[in-house]
């Protein structure tokens, strides 16, 4: 993996669904780029863009939030998988 210092940097009052709210604080989100360098054999390469609200200024700090992407991530697949029954 080869990670990408954050691009981007977004502030704002949103909150739900992007709608401008007076209440929500102003919060700033840094965007994070991953490549995948080397992919398996026949695969696409990973290319993920992710959003957050952490403090992300050197790769332990990248690593910790792309892993958490992927808790995230499978969370989200089991409750796919027991939606289906």
């Not at 009052?13 to 929500?24: H, L, M």
Request: hydrophobic share 45%.
């Amino acid at each position: 993996m080869s990670f990408v210092n954050p691009t981007m940097r977004m502030c704002g009052n949103y909150g739900i669904a992007g709608i401008k709210k007076a209440s929500v604080r102003n919060r700033c989100c840094l965007g994070i780029r991953v490549l995948e360098v080397q992919p398996p054999a026949a695969q696409e390469p990973i290319h993920w863009r992710l959003l957050t609200t952490r403090v992300v200024l050197c790769l332990k700090q990248a690593l910790r939030v792309i892993q958490w992407y992927g808790w995230r991530w499978k969370i989200e697949q089991l409750f796919a998988t027991l939606k289906l029954d």
